[in-house]
């Protein structure tokens, strides 16, 4: 079992950056592929960003290709989430997940919010 806690949240104005990242417990972070998702309010949670267990390859929503950069550390069992050019439509709680790339996941965080004002 893995148990993931988000940090780096928090308030900033379009244009600007925030890095996300995701501490998971467990000796077994370096199988898991992790992903990135979002839920905005009245919306449904919605897929942002996958990596493979190796870091080897990524996957982004066609909205924020360009903008967001996943990436892990297996030494330190974290996911990171760089977010770039940020834009209101961004704002939402962003909960990282544990699982098999880059589309099934079992294991969730308590999520971060991102505020991102216009």
């Known amino acids: 079992q893995v148990q993931l806690v988000e940090s780096g949240g928090g308030l900033v104005q379009a244009g600007g950056s925030l890095r996300l990242s995701c501490a998971a417990s467990g000796r077994t972070f370096s199988s898991y592929g992790m992903g990135w998702f979002r839920q905005a309010p009245g919306k449904e949670r919605g897929f942002v960003a996958a990596i493979s267990s190796s870091g080897g390859s990524t996957y982004y929503t066609d909205s924020v290709k360009g903008r967001f950069t996943i990436s892990r550390d297996n030494g330190k069992n974290t996911v990171y989430l760089q977010m770039n050019s940020l834009k209101p439509e961004d704002t939402a709680v962003y909960y990282c997940?544990?699982?098999?790339?880059?589309?099934?996941?079992?294991?969730w965080g308590q999520g971060t919010q991102v505020t991102v004002s216009s």
């Open positions: 997940a544990a699982g098999s790339y880059p589309h099934s996941y079992d294991y």
